[in-house]
């Protein structure tokens, strides 16, 4: 009994420490666009979100031990229906990996959740949801692959350890539920270092007006991607103007050679180099709309997210896994076994959602980075949080924040 209530409990805790999370609008950090009620991927009715973080250990790599900064992130379209959406895919640099995607492009249908770990716990997600389905006997389910993406938190997790595991899955599945996001270093993003800053999950979400069709967009990120340099908010080079907060060691001898470029955290170093820590990220980008678009148009869609992450300053880099899917929860029933008949938006009015999904994709981001906090992970490496101060400054002295 006590082990079916620490669940309960934790479900009844996050709401609270969701809406109190630091958000960039908060900051003054202006956006193009209007946001829903709740400014995450939630705001488009039915979509649910699940995360488990993972987050023990301290001090030197052991393979298998720690210390461990991962987790598992699950969004569902129509929340614990197994009725599927229709979705598309597009990939700005295929470094990475998201499974499922063949079907997807075939089919013009996405059964079941997506998905968001680290690159090497993908299998045992995978292999979780379809267990998941058999279990919560969510049968059509099991019609299709499974849709699950990754990034690498290999510089502060132990990702050799694969300390993910099927209940993980289970549990971020189970908790799924609409309302507040948590974002930062929870869930699939705990890990994970964006812009050389603290990253992971951030969200966003634009409203039309009533006159463009008064459809909603909503945008979910893991970041890890991005060099500091090239680093824009809010159309402001800031990356090239901040000072300290740069990655460090609180341990010497690091197992990992590209670490020990790093400078001591508290020493007298500045500047660590802009190719101490190699571009080795990649972002995952799940958009959801309950505008009628069919598989064409959300790939249309999809591809627009390419354009968010330019603006901050995204390279879509060699090494680099920029993946995303986009789904519409209209039209429920269309996968019947007869023939249907399912609506349109005009590809002449679709401008609207493309401009939505692009500054979306740009207020998520930088969500992700504004909520996360400073960590340190293994063999003593410390990623600092984004300094929103100097940020502000920066945008303060461009006339951006009055």
Not at 335 to 347: F, G, I, Q, Y
Not at 349 to 358: M, P, V
């Amino acid at each position: 009994m006590r082990l079916l209530l620490i669940p309960a409990l934790a479900a009844l805790l996050v709401a609270p420490l969701v809406a109190q999370q630091p958000r960039a609008r908060a900051l003054g950090i202006p956006f193009s666009g209007s946001p829903g009620p709740l400014n995450a991927i939630t705001d488009v009715a039915g979509v649910e979100v699940g995360q488990v973080t993972l987050n023990r250990g301290k001090g030197r790599l052991e393979v298998g031990k720690g210390p461990v900064r991962t987790g598992v992130t699950a969004i569902l379209p129509r929340g614990k229906s197994s009725d599927p959406v229709m979705a598309a895919w597009f990939t700005l640099n295929g470094n990475g990996e998201m499974t499922g995607t063949t079907w997807v492009e075939e089919s013009g249908f996405m059964w079941g959740p997506v998905m968001i770990t680290n690159t090497l716990s993908v299998g045992v997600v995978r292999d979780a949801v379809l267990e998941w389905a058999i279990t919560r006997k969510y049968d059509e389910f099991l019609w299709a692959l499974p849709v699950v993406a990754e990034t690498w938190d290999g510089g502060l997790n132990d990702i050799k350890g694969m300390h993910v595991t099927r209940e993980h899955a289970f549990r971020a599945l189970d908790s799924a539920r609409s309302g507040p996001v948590a974002e930062g270093g929870v869930g699939g993003g705990t890990g994970m270092v964006c812009h050389s800053f603290k990253g992971g999950i951030g969200t966003a979400s634009r409203r039309l007006s009533d006159e463009a069709g008064g459809h909603t967009v909503g945008v979910l990120v893991q970041c890890n991607y991005g060099g500091r340099q090239r680093l824009s908010i809010a159309g402001v080079p800031v990356g090239q103007s901040l000072k300290g907060a740069e990655q460090c060691l609180t341990l010497p001898d690091p197992s990992a050679a590209w670490l020990r470029k790093l400078p001591r955290c508290g020493s007298s170093t500045t500047g660590m180099g802009e190719g101490a820590r190699p571009e080795m990220g990649s972002i995952i980008v799940v958009v959801a709309t309950d505008a009628p678009l069919l598989p064409h148009q959300l790939k249309r869609l999809a591809k627009r997210v390419s354009l968010g992450i330019g603006r901050m300053g995204g390279i879509g880099g060699d090494s680099s896994g920029d993946i995303f899917i986009a789904f519409s929860t209209a039209n429920p029933g269309a996968s019947a076994d007869t023939a249907v008949t399912v609506r349109m938006w005009p590809n002449e009015k679709i401008n609207g959602l493309f401009e939505a999904t692009i500054d979306a994709t740009e207020e998520a981001i930088v969500n992700a980075m504004v909520a996360a906090e400073t960590m340190t992970g293994a063999d003593g490496y410390r990623v600092h949080a984004l300094p929103t101060g100097q940020v502000v400054t920066l945008l303060k002295r461009a006339g951006r924040i009055k």
